[in-house]
């Protein structure tokens, strides 16, 4: 007898929600969650809602606060200093993998996406430079074939999106950044594993300099008298 059809439970749809509005800065880091105005808005129920806030703290996006409620999670330097060494571990894992593992036509597949990054970078086209360099950072993770490594990877990076900084906004880091793509992406499709893995850790690594560089120039910043003009 064929199993039956199940409709997502509706928190799960509401997490989905709740965790693209903080991917995209909808719901800020810090900010408090009005539970009452998302069952408004949402048109649900205090139940589903919770039991998304339950899922989105599990991951680590949210935290919940007795008698005061629910917050967004913010990322401190140390989370960040924390976080990237692992992810430079598991993704030049991933490298490294896809290496070994990359047929000819993955090469090729691959090639086309480094050309469309390549293309981007020249243009200055800062928001298609991450959204073809978070599309070839997953291909990279398929071919590895490693469900658990995936796993752990997927878990990090949405907590990453809790940290609204952006390393491409330092001058000269998209050419720099494209150079570590193509060292990458060099190795694989010469299936130099070893060498993979060392450009892929390098490149995380530098990323994570990168967003150090702009918070270390942020705080710098001094701050306008309230009423100032802007220029």
């Known amino acids: 007898m064929p199993l039956r059809i199940v409709q997502k439970a509706l928190y799960i749809e509401v997490a989905d929600r709740l965790r693209q509005q903080i991917a995209d800065g909808e719901l800020a880091p810090g900010a408090w969650i009005d539970e009452q105005a998302l069952t408004e808005a949402l048109g649900i129920s205090r139940t589903p809602l919770r039991e998304a806030l ?120 998209i050419q720099a950044s494209l150079s570590e793509h193509l060292a990458v992406f060099a190795a694989v499709k010469a299936g130099d594993a070893v060498r993979a893995e060392r450009v892929m850790r390098e490149h995380l690594t530098h990323q994570r300099a990168a967003l150090a560089q702009i918070a270390a120039g942020a705080a710098t910043v001094p701050r306008r008298r309230a009423g100032a003009g802007t220029r």
């Open 54 to 173: 339950k899922v989105l703290a599990a991951e680590g996006l949210v935290r919940l606060e007795p008698r005061r409620g629910c917050f967004v999670n913010q990322l401190s330097d140390r989370d960040l200093d924390e976080i990237f060494p692992l992810m430079a571990l598991l993704e030049g894992r991933c490298a490294f993998e896809a290496a070994r593992n990359a047929t000819p036509a993955d090469v090729a597949r691959l090639e086309q996406m480094h050309a469309r990054l390549e293309k981007h970078a020249r243009a200055g086209q800062i928001d298609a430079y991450y959204a073809t360099n978070a599309e070839i950072h997953q291909a990279l993770q398929d071919l590895a074939h490693n469900r658990w490594l995936s796993g752990v990877i997927d878990d990090l990076r949405k907590v990453l999106r809790l940290s609204r900084l952006r390393s491409l906004h330092l001058p000269g880091r």
